[in-house]
């Protein structure tokens, strides 16, 4: 609040002020005001800088007010400290901060040096000459003779010791080329010239004291001495104003002190005689060949070349590029051209005629020039001005080296201190170059972004960004400017030829081609990204926008926007980086052992980590796909590398295994990249279509496929030999299986680490091919066991051919019809089934029971480990790409279920040919043959307990507990079958009467009481289900013959009604089979003859 407070009262200090001058020198206090050289009006004086205590002495004195004086006495009084007058004595303000100065000097101030008067050309009449003897009484010439032009070599020395970090050839503007070879310093010397032409048309070009300059002097050549890494001062030692401004100006353009008084001279000298002109119309390079004699130069080839730079700037300015045709002037340029040249050639001439060459040349040469210079003007926003340089290319060179005085000699990447104060003071060359707020920002623009590619520092890119932010678009300027940019307009020479560009087109064209060439292989000219690349982006997006308006305004329509701009910025980037890791790969190939392939894939994988980690964050503020752009590419690149090694292979070899899964990780990495850039983690259709998969796993999955194939074809054998060697005997008392069953499991194992250790990748297809073929080896396995078992029909005695009792010779042989007479299998066959004893058989069912056991636990490490290698992650990837694509993590895997149904299959068969041998082969004789013979008192079941229990007990000793109560009851099931035999086929030996049921029933409850021994063997519920349809029968034999006779007759009208009779192992006791036995085995008169007569049942035979 108290800094715009004190601003308030400055700025109405200056008006208050300035109005006040007004006023005393447009009244009668003042005699007479004579205008400084340059000046028409009061309008073109800066007031603040006129002395007030000269104007009040002049008018005090009623003397006249010579304002070049007031001006002198100004800038001369800013050298001593501020002082007001109080009647007892002068009072001085010191302007130090006291506080931080220490405590005031013991010593006497030193007294006030009297002020040297600088004399000041003030006015001449037409009729003095430059050189005459009157004038060098009131000229500056003398006051100058000890500045030598030893400050020139001095000048250009430091100028040679400047050395620039960095090339910056190939940015330069997009203009033609300067037919007479004009080079940078005569633009800098020139620049200079008219800047202080058009300062002294403001008032402003005085020239300092001879002391004053000397002092100067050093303090310059202290500050070109100083080292940079000394401290600067924070505030400028030099005078303040205008004054200062200039020396600031002439330092950093590095013109020596001698070229500046030499120019100012000549500059006021012009103006002699030409009484309200303004010196910025003044054709600056003509005026100063006539007004600045050889004589002013240390030596004669300092001034040639100072001549040669005039008429060069001439020639430039008003021939070599007109803006506007000369039309009938064109003789008038001719002649021109030809003047230049004899002025040149002048100085050939012997001494006594070179003034006389040269003076009539320069009287012809400002009539031709100045009558060029004059012509209409071209409808600009400069005023009425001398076109001394109508084509703009010049005039843009001129002003472009006035712009490089913002930056600091001693530190080029950093500006002056008061940059603003130069740049408001070169807008007054304007009028004079043709400059406009636009010219002005893009130039400025140019500048400072050279500067950045010469010096590297960011600060300057960053403000060249924000400088072209300011430049106006088209339709921000006025109508009048948008009329003179356009035909601001310059044919240039490029690789395509001949083009015609606008002036903003000269400007941004090069920074664009030179932000392009590094943006296009960011890769390497931003290796570590940062902020540097964030700003080289900002600029070439700014210039974008500018020229896409230009070739708009130039009906050059396009149609690529800032994603399109970016989007080939990452294409060419990436492009370029792939080439260089393809390259550098090869070149290792042959000194490394892995593939380049595979080499290339991980080198390829470092690149996109960088580029999304690094690059991709800038690009997305211009384009939020960078990342999706550049994997996309890559993704591409690698596949042309990796289609051909696809198509050649032809089998699983090292370089297979090597390249596959590099390519197949990289394929996911880059997946996961695309996916995980967006938001809703898929990935985009347009994008999806430039996707084209590897589908590595597709070509690998038919090398991975002969590989299951030839191990499959292994197995088998392997199987086969293992169950041949299988002596069926206990490992141990613990491992109660086969050893076979052992090593199936370990080569099912070995080819599934096999196989998964394979690191190519591969499909749920391969694996269910290799499941199934393990699934049909453990079916051989158990087929092979169970074929060593033979039919179960042969362990079974034939059955007796059925006959009808008989009283004196019991029941006699006799067919009722054609019956399959059994023959007991032949010794061959016999000692197989000797062989297969009861503990081989329990092994057997033992090594079954194992397989099927570890049939879960191998599929669930299947599946763990097919996780493993093809994760959850894996399968959206690849989904996001094709939907086709199958996830085995989601489905019930039952790889293993034909074996498992085929070994429970095949315990259930040996369990039953156990059982059956037990009953029907090692008992026969007990049970079969001996049970109820001759009848039922003399041969109980009870007999057979025993044998059963030892019978049991061997089963129980080597059968593992799961297995136990399957086999008890295929025995139990067997003891009844074997009962039912006995009872309903026993043969013509066997009779029942009808008191034999209960003792039947009792034999039947004992056999059930040792199967369920009290609870310790068969739960009592199972044993009473297979022993119901055996008592059903027992029960029959307890009934009256004319009962079963009427139930007979009653099964046997059902089954002519349609029912079948069910013959088989299940006797039913309503069953009319099951009848008939029980007569026939019935000790009955009644039975006899009813069978006899019903169905032709003969006695037997005795």
Known sequence: MEEQTHLELVQRYRRDRSTLLNYIMSSSLIKKVVMPP??????????????????????????????????????D????????????????????????????????????????????????????????????????????????????????????????????????????????????????????????????????????????????????????????????????????????????????????????????????????????????????????????????????????????????????????????????????????????????????????AIEVRRTECLRSLREIALELAERPARGDLTGEVCHWADGYHLNVRLYEKLLYSVFDILDEGKLLQGVEEILELLKSTWRILGITETIHDACYAWVLFRQFVITGEPNMLQLAAEQMKRISLREQRGSQERMYLRNLRCSVECEEGSRELTFMQSVLLPIQKWINKRLEDYHVHFAEGSNLMAGMVTVAMLVRRLLLEEREQVRQITTTSDQDQIESYISSSIRAAFARIVESVDAKADSEREHRLTSLAEEVRKLLKRESTIYSPILARWNSQAVVISAALVHQLYGKQLKPFLDGAEHLTEDVASVYPAADGLEQYILGLIISSNEEGTIDAAYRQKLVPYKVESVSGMLVLRWVNSQLGRISGWVGRAVQQERWEPLSPQQ???????????????????????????????????????????????????????????????????????????????????????????????????????????????????????????????RERWSRKRPRETFNIRKSIDENARDITTQKMDAFDGSRKDINAAMDRICEYTG???????????????????????????????????????????????????????????????????????????????????????????????????????????????????????????????????????????????????????????????????????????????????????????
């Not at 028409?40 to 104007?55: A, E, G, K, P």
């Not at 009722?816 to 010794?827: F, Q, S, T, Y």
């Not at 007999?943 to 109560?965: G, S």
């Open 77 to 352: 009084s800013l050298d001593f400290p501020p002082m007001s007058s109080r009647g007892l004595g002068d009072e001085f303000f010191l302007v130090t901060d006291v506080e931080s100065s220490g405590p005031p000097p013991t010593w006497a101030p030193p007294p006030v040096p009297t002020a040297l008067s600088s004399p000041i050309i003030t006015n001449l009449s037409k009729s003095q000459s430059l050189h005459s003897e009157q004038f060098r009484e009131v000229s500056v010439d003398e006051e100058i003779d000890d500045f030598e032009d030893d400050d020139d070599q001095i000048s250009d020395d430091h100028h040679l010791t400047r050395r620039r970090p960095n090339d910056a050839s190939d940015l330069m503007f997009c203009l033609p080329s300067f037919a007479t070879g004009i080079t940078d310093d005569d633009f800098r010397e020139t620049s200079y010239e008219i800047f202080l032409a058009c300062v002294g048309a403001a008032g402003g070009l005085i020239v300092p004291s001879k002391e004053k300059k000397r002092d100067k002097k050093s303090k310059i050549l202290k500050k070109l001495t100083r080292s940079k890494s000394e401290s600067v001062a924070p505030q400028s030692q030099g005078p303040p104003g205008v004054i200062g401004l200039l020396e600031t100006m002439r330092v950093q353009l590095e013109i020596s002190e001698a070229m500046d008084l030499r120019t100012r001279r000549g500059l006021l000298h012009a103006l002699v005689g030409k009484v309200g002109k303004r010196m910025d119309t003044l054709l600056i390079p003509l005026e100063l060949l006539c007004c600045i004699s050889e004589a002013e130069f240390s030596d004669k080839k300092s001034y040639l070349r100072w001549q040669k730079r005039q008429i060069n700037m001439l020639e430039e300015g008003l021939l070599n590029h007109p803006a506007v045709g000369y039309g009938e002037s064109g003789r008038r340029a001719s002649d021109l051209r030809l003047l230049l040249l004899k002025l040149e050639e002048a100085e050939t001439l012997p001494s006594t």
């Open 736 to 862: 109660r299986h086969g050893s076979s069953i052992v090593e199936v499991y370990r080569i099912i194992e070995e080819t599934l680490e096999q196989f998964f250790t394979l690191k190519v990748p591969m499909r749920l297809g391969e694996l269910n091919s290799l499941i199934r073929g393990l699934d049909s080896a453990m079916q051989v396995y158990t087929q092979n066991i169970v074929d060593q078992l033979g039919n179960k029909e042969d362990l079974i005695p034939p059955v007796p051919i059925l006959t009808r009792y008989r009283k004196e010779a019991g029941i006699k042989a006799f067919a009722k019809k054609k019956l399959i007479d059994h023959r007991l299998p032949d010794e061959r066959r016999s000692s197989q089934i000797n062989v297969l004893s009861t503990s081989k058989l329990c092994v057997r069912l033992n090594t079954l029971y194992y397989a099927v056991s570890h049939l879960s636990k191998l599929e669930e490490s299947i």
């Open 38 to 75: 340059g000046a028409v009006s009061l309008d073109d004086v800066d007031l603040d800088q006129v002395s007030i205590d000269y104007v009040i002495e002049c008018a005090k004195k009623g003397l006249p007010l010579e304002l070049s004086e007031a001006i002198r006495m100004y800038f």
């Open 916 to 1102: 059956t041998k037990i009953i029907f082969w090692d008992l026969r004789e007990q049970f079969i043959d001996g049970l109820y013979k001759p009848c039922v008192s003399q041969s109980r079941l009870e007999m057979l307990i025993e044998p059963l229990d030892t019978e049991l007990a061997q089963l129980c000793d080597v059968i593992v507990d799961p297995l136990r109560d399957h086999i008890v009851i295929a025995l139990l099931q067997a003891s009844l079958d074997g009962l039912v035999r006995v009872i309903l086929d026993g043969g013509p030996l066997r009779v029942f009467v009808q008191s034999d049921s209960k003792v039947l029933e009792e034999d039947l409850e004992n056999l059930k009481e040792f199967f369920i021994s009290g609870g310790d063997g068969l739960p009592r519920g199972t044993v009473d289900n297979l022993v119901a349809p055996v008592l059903q029968i027992i029960r029959l034999h307890g009934l009256e013959t004319r009962e079963l006779i009427d139930r007979l007759r009653s099964a046997s009208e059902e089954m002519a009604s349609g029912n079948n009779l069910q013959v088989g192992r299940s006797k039913i006791a309503g069953d009319p089979d099951t009848l008939l036995r029980v007569l026939c085995h019935r000790s009955d008169p009644e039975a006899s003859q009813f069978v006899k007569k019903q169905f032709k049942i003969p006695k037997s035979v005795a």
